[in-house]
């Protein structure tokens, strides 16, 4: 009689999940490294390791292992070099796509990208071509049920430049790449708890396309992400 076994579905679920956050793990690895190695192991200036930094911890990396990356990335372990790349692309319904990578192999990683553009209808752009349609910010985002309207004078007395409530009643708190930490840190002082901080290119004029285009965006972004050279993927549309 034919009929299926619980065990070994859950066997494969779980060898999928480990598989997907071992994938995370090199990620968030590779941008400690990196980041530790272009700006120094305190956070409090280096924005964008405190940025690694705060993802690490939201995904349950130990701070044995999240400082032994660190150590890497200021020269006390030997390790690869990798290099910050960005590449810029349209995707479907001409969307605007800023993929940004850590590598050490630049040809593998341009290969990897264009395949991705290629299979949804999309292409690589030159430097340049799409990256002014966003601007690098820090975004501090916070959990729902603070008080919006004093978080918001809190946010703005810190110097942030703008405050969004969104849909499910997150906070995302926007600033200047300089002014992350101390922004980060004045609003800690007030008993505020982070999600997360991230340093993130943010669309200055966000589109629409057809549900049928959202797919294939998807679908692109799964595919980017698949790769482990593939930090983060930022694109204009509105999902």
């Known amino acids: 009689m034919a009929g299926h076994s619980k065990w070994a579905n859950t066997k494969h679920r779980k060898a999928t999940q480990n598989a997907k956050r071992g994938k995370i793990f090199t990620k968030i690895i590779r941008e400690l490294v990196t980041a530790a190695r272009l700006g120094g192991e305190n ?17 349950n990396m130990t701070r044995d292992t999240l400082n032994r990356a660190i150590a890497r990335g200021i020269g006390d372990v030997d390790s690869q070099e990798m290099e910050t790349i960005c590449y810029e692309g349209y995707g479907p319904g001409g969307t605007a796509v800023i993929v940004e990578c850590l590598s050490s192999n630049r040809r593998r990683t341009v290969s990897t990208v264009r395949h991705a553009f290629t299979k949804v209808g999309g292409h690589l752009g030159s430097a340049g071509s799409v990256a002014y349609l966003f601007n690098k910010k820090g975004v501090i985002s916070f959990a729902p049920g603070l008080n919006e309207n004093i978080f918001i004078d809190l946010a703005l007395e810190a110097s942030a430049d703008d405050v969004v409530i969104n849909t499910y009643g997150t906070i995302d708190v926007y600033t200047t790449l300089e002014l992350l930490g101390k922004i980060t840190n004045t609003l800690k002082k007030a008993g505020l708890t982070t999600i997360s901080t991230k340093i993130a290119f943010i669309p200055s004029i966000i589109i629409h396309i057809n549900e049928e285009m959202i797919m294939e965006l998807q679908r692109l972004i799964d595919m980017l992400e698949e790769s482990e050279d593939v930090q983060e993927v930022y694109h204009n549309v509105k999902i």
Do not use: H, M, S, W
């Open 43 to 59: 956070i409090d200036f280096n924005p964008r390791l405190r940025a690694a930094v705060d993802k690490a911890l939201a995904n």
